[in-house]
């Protein structure tokens, strides 16, 4: 349960203003409410209609169980990582994807702290642990990339572990490449407000609240820090054969029809039926740090 004694309201800078925000008040300021869906120059007006998103959705998850079939019969492995900004919307993407797999074969994978023992490891050993065998799938919410963001930021590893990192990845990916693992690499992002609107409700819905972590609130103050971790990680792990998925995700719903959209036009599987798939929105989803700019 997260701690919520105390006075925690602290001064944002939005864009060329002071903000007061006190995620423990129980009214959420004008100038959060007003502006999330918007934040982030995100390209629409509206939340995507509920009846239209489950209608589709549906279609989509009907194609998912499809590919889950000829990666049983093909021996295949699949792989996607999903980071983000915190609450982007990372779990509830991954679940749309995985609620009607055979739980067998398909795996949601979310590591917490290491161990002492994973601590004295190769930074990737435990996560190459959980890996997809023949005919798998398995989704990363939230992967080796902590070293990429959440670390230096809030101190948990070195400068020298950081560019280390850094350096590393790239290979290591290659390796993943040349295994022959179909592998998705999605970043999740939300503007400012948005995340604070979430943030706020986590708070206030006592089914929500275990999201809200001591962290989320550490970071408050850390937008800009964040964002330049996360250009210098885009920039620089966007490669060819393992490129990122950039995805718009102030609308969750509109973010959760484009990651399953894209994952099936990428692959060649048995009794695709393409016009259930649909078109990616190219507004919503894009590729590398270009995407963002």
Known sequence: MVDVTGSRAVDLRIGDKIRRFDIDDPKLPDWVEDNALGSGRYPYDDKMDEDKYEKQLEKLQIELVKVQFWLKSTGKRLMALFEGRDAAGKGGTIFSIHAYLNPRSARVVALSKPTETEAGQWYF???????????????????????????????FCTPEQYKDFMKAVPRFEDTIFDEGIIFFKFYLDIG????????????????????????????LNKWDDYTEKRDAMLEKTHEKETPWTIVRANDKRRARINVIRHMLQSLDYDGKDKS??????????????KFLK
């Open 125 to 155: 050993q435990r996560y190459i642990a959980h890996f997809p065998t023949s005919g798998e799938i398995v989704l990363f919410d939230r992967s080796w990339y902590n070293r990429a963001g959440v670390e230096p930021v809030m101190g």
């Open 192 to 219: 400012r407000e948005m995340q604070l609107k979430r943030f706020h409700e986590r708070r206030h819905d006592p089914l929500k609240i275990w999201k809200l972590s001591p962290m989320d609130i550490a970071a």
């Open 276 to 289: 259930a798939i649909d078109e990616v929105d190219d507004k919503i989803l894009g590729f590398g740090p």
